[in-house]
């Protein structure tokens, strides 16, 4: 399963072994070193202590999925990482420029914000835990007994029941492989339902704080002028 997240998502017919020699060598020719150079061979025991994103949402209202996945073995994770799928969908529209389609925008990343000089800001930063390989984020070794905790700030922005499928991995190039106690990989799912509207909310005027309905001042009948 440590491939799986190597690769992303896997086209038909096309083999984990043939993904993966392509997108080393996509890496290694993008200029500086390797993410999955001297990466160590072998199994790590992982478990994710926590795995939260709302399963109530609604479209262009912020929300934040979160793992805190734990190094449960007795020796160093090399590199820890985490792909999530679906958080996109293919369109069958006939004109559209590029068929994939976002379900969640991720404005975002786990890992540090880079700084920017403000001429250059970007709008979306993916924070300092994003790779090369698609959908996936890796935030550096993780001791034995220790915990890291990945967050990933997204914006729905299409409705309907959606499912997340996430996949922790102890490194990028599939050589360190990540695994339950059980022997099995490390994968998980999580459920969301997106309304197609964000729920009405108004500013409180006493406590300035936003809060949950309507505005009374909006829907109160306004006497007739004499």
């Known amino acids: ?46 478990e994710v202590v926590r795995a939260r994103f709302p399963s109530k949402q609604a479209i262009s209202r912020k929300t934040s999925l979160v793992l805190d996945v734990r190094n449960s073995g007795t020796h160093t994770i090399p590199n820890i990482a985490v792909t999530l ?10 004109h559209l420029a590029a068929n994939k389609r976002p379900v969640w925008i991720v404005n975002t990343g786990p890992g540090p914000i880079p700084t920017f000089p403000v001429q250059t800001e970007e709008a979306y930063p993916q924070g300092g835990g994003e790779t090369a390989y698609v959908n996936t984020w890796a935030l550096g070794a993780l001791p034995a007994g220790a915990s890291r905790i990945f967050v990933w700030r997204v914006t729905p922005v299409k409705s309907g029941v959606h499912v997340v499928h996430y996949t922790v991995a102890a490194g990028l190039s599939g050589k360190a492989r990540a695994q339950l106690a059980s022997g099995g990989a490390v994968t998980g799912a999580l459920v969301a339902r997106v309304a197609p509207a964000p729920p009405a909310t108004h500013v409180n005027p006493q406590t300035g704080l936003v809060v949950a309905g309507a505005n009374p001042a909006s829907t109160t009948p306004q006497p007739a002028s004499p």
């Open 1 to 46: 399963m440590a491939r799986a997240v190597r690769v992303g998502k896997l086209l038909p017919g096309v083999s984990l072994a043939v993904c993966g020699v392509a997108l080393g060598v996509l890496a290694s020719g993008c200029g500086g070193t390797e993410q999955n150079a001297h990466e160590p061979k072998g199994t790590y025991r992982v």
């Open 85 to 94: 799928d679906s958080l996109s969908y293919t369109s069958s529209h006939p």
